[in-house]
Every structure is written in C-alpha cells, then in structure tokens.
C-alpha cells in the first residue's frame, strides 16, 4: 500500500523560502514530484524527478525551486525560494509506480505579508 506523508508548508513572506518534504513508502517509485493547486484553478505540476536525476520545472518555477530525491529514505523535496505570492497554493506530493499515479493530502503554502 503506498503511503504518502508531506510536511513543511506554512506561511512565509514574499522573497521568503520554505522546503516541503514527502516520504513515501509502499514501492520505488520510477518518479517522483510535487503538484500545486491555488483556489479555483487546476492541479498543475510543479516540478518532478525520476530515478536517473532527471528534473522537470514548470516555467514558472525556473530558477527558484529545487526539486531533489534520496532513493534510500524514498523522499523527495522541493526548496522553494525567492517565493511569490502567486505561489500560494496547496502543493501535493505526487509519485508513480508502473503507470498509476499516488497523491498525498496536500500541505498549503501562502505567500502573504
């Protein structure tokens, strides 16, 4: 049974950093991410790596979130940094195992001064 546990989320200032932390259990996962979904818009990928180091960025993303893996502790985490408002959101870890995708519960993040 796969497990997803998230942690990290709160609230932080724009220009702030924040790092959230998903540690799954229940399989290897060939890949693995973090989703965001901001109130009333769609679920859209945040960032993803799979099991060669290979990263993915949404656009908006580029060059201020770091997305990184240990396969060991089968964690992944996302280093959010230079953080905007517009970032705020619930952002959902996301792992694939064959060809079903697994979500955790979310975390919410609010980017507010």
């Known amino acids: 049974q796969v497990q997803l546990v998230e942690s990290g989320g709160g609230l932080v200032q724009p220009g702030g950093s924040l790092r959230l932390s998903c540690a799954a259990s229940?399989?290897?996962?060939?890949?693995m991410g973090w989703y965001r979904q901001a109130p009333g818009k769609q679920r859209d990928l945040v960032a993803s790596?799979?099991?060669?180091?290979?990263?993915n960025y949404a656009d908006s993303v580029k060059g201020r979130f770091t997305i990184s893996r240990d396969g060991a502790k089968n964690t992944v985490d996302l280093q959010m940094n230079s953080l905007k408002p517009e970032d705020t959101a619930v952002y959902y870890c996301?792992?694939?195992?064959?060809?079903?995708?697994?979500w955790g519960k979310g975390t919410l993040v609010t980017v507010s001064s």
């Open positions: 996301n792992v694939r195992k064959f060809s079903t995708n697994y």
């Open positions: 790596i799979i099991s060669d180091g290979t990263t």
């Open positions: 229940g399989g290897i996962f060939g890949m």
